[in-house]
Each structure stands twice: as structure tokens, then as C-alpha cells.
């Protein structure tokens, strides 16, 4: 069975960064298309980030939400089963609790991001960030 667990969440003051981190366990890591997702209350979740996988044909394919383009990185260590997203320059309305989601899709060339979340299949538990002014 797949787990997928978040950490890294905190206080911050505006402008300043947060790296959060999601440890999978039970699949095969390199495998999953993962997904970074973020809620706040009364709006629907929101991918901010996530990473395609294309297997052998050419290298994986990373999204960014135009919200966090140029603020916000996304990667893997594929060693340590972990993505991790690493935010910058943090603006107040990226407080929110974000999610990690992976799914297995086939390898494709042209390999893609999917931006709903009834597209994954597993999900951590959420981590909390707060952005202070």
C-alpha cells in the first residue's frame, strides 16, 4: 500500500522559504507522476506544482502553477523515495495546507503533469503553511 507522508510546513514570514518534503513508501517511486497541491479553506485544491515521468525516451516533465513560476521548485530524489518543494519568496496568499499526490501512469513520450486531483490515486496527510506579514 502506497503512503505518502508531507513535512516541512511552518511559520514564515513573508518572503521568506519553506522547503516541504514527501516521503513515499509502498510503490515505486520513480514510477509515480507526483503531484503538489495546495487548499485553503473554502476553495477547491489546487495543484501548485507536480512531475511527469517519461521513462526512457527523454526527461521527466515538471509543472508549475503561473502563481508560483519562478518561486517555487520542484524535485526528487529518487534514492530517498522523496519530492520535495522547495518555496520562495513566499507571499501571503500561498498560506495553505499542501498536499503531496502520486499516481502510476504509463511512461509517455511527451510525458504531462495532471492538474486534478481525481487524477491521483494516493495522498498525504497535508502539511500547514502560514505566511506572516
Known amino acids: 500500500q502506497v503512503q505518502l507522508v508531507e513535512s516541512g510546513g511552518g511559520l514564515v514570514q513573508t518572503g521568506g522559504s519553506l522547503r516541504l518534503s514527501c516521503a513515499a513508501s509502498?510503490?515505486?517511486?520513480?514510477?509515480?507522476?507526483m503531484g503538489w497541491f495546495r487548499q485553503v479553506p473554502g476553495k477547491e485544491r489546487e495543484i501548485v506544482a507536480g512531475?511527469?515521468?517519461?521513462?526512457?525516451?527523454?526527461?521527466?516533465?515538471?509543472y508549475y502553477a503561473d502563481s508560483v513560476k519562478g518561486r517555487f521548485t520542484l524535485s526528487t530524489d529518487n534514492a530517498k523515495n522523496t519530492v520535495y518543494l522547495q518555496m520562495n519568496s513566499l507571499k501571503a496568499e500561498d498560506a495553505a495546507v499542501y498536499y503531496c499526490?502520486?499516481?502510476?501512469?504509463?511512461?509517455?513520450?511527451?510525458?504531462?503533469?495532471?492538474?486534478?486531483?481525481?487524477?491521483?490515486?494516493?495522498w498525504g496527510q497535508g502539511t500547514q503553511v502560514t505566511v506572516s506579514s
Open positions: 509502498g510503490g515505486t517511486f520513480s514510477r509515480f507522476t
Open positions: 499526490a502520486a499516481v502510476t501512469l504509463p511512461y509517455s513520450r511527451s510525458a504531462s503533469v495532471p492538474k486534478s486531483e481525481t487524477a491521483y490515486d494516493y
Open positions: 512531475i511527469g515521468r517519461s521513462g526512457v525516451w527523454s526527461g521527466d516533465a515538471t
